[in-house]
């Protein structure tokens, strides 16, 4: 049974910084793709990075890119999102996602083309 797990969330000030972390189990992941999405109160829940697990090939979407860095550890099977000089605009509910195929396939198919979703993890950003 597939496990994502994700942890890290937290209150922070703007201009701060939080790193979230993916745990995953279940299954090997050497041919999947790994997304960290977010969804904040009343909105749509968007894409916001993805990496490819072999190869780490990593897809950022505009507003974050400069300020977050996905990355992956194969040992630990666990992915990460580094968020720097966080906004309020930030603040969500982040959920990490696996899908079959490369990360680019996480930035055309969106959420819907997810195939495992974690509980997800809020972060507060502060003005």
């Known amino acids: 049974q597939v496990q994502l797990v994700e942890s890290g969330g937290g209150l922070v000030q703007a201009g701060g910084s939080l790193r979230l972390s993916c745990a995953a189990s279940g299954r090997t992941f050497g041919s999947f793709a790994m997304g960290w999405f977010r969804q904040a109160p009343g909105k749509e829940r968007e894409f916001v990075a993805a990496i490819t697990w072999i190869g780490g090939s990593t897809y950022y979407r505009d507003s974050v890119k400069g300020r977050f860095t996905i990355s992956r550890d194969n040992a630990k099977n666990t992915v990460y999102l580094q968020m720097n000089s966080l906004k309020p605009e930030d603040t969500a509910v982040y959920y990490c996602?696996?899908?079959?195929?490369?990360?680019?396939?996480?930035?055309?198919?969106?959420?819907?083309?997810?195939?495992?979703w974690g509980k997800g993890t809020l972060v507060t950003v502060s003005s």
């Open positions: 996602a696996a899908r079959r195929g490369p990360g680019s396939t996480v930035v055309a198919a969106g959420y819907d083309g997810m195939e495992y």
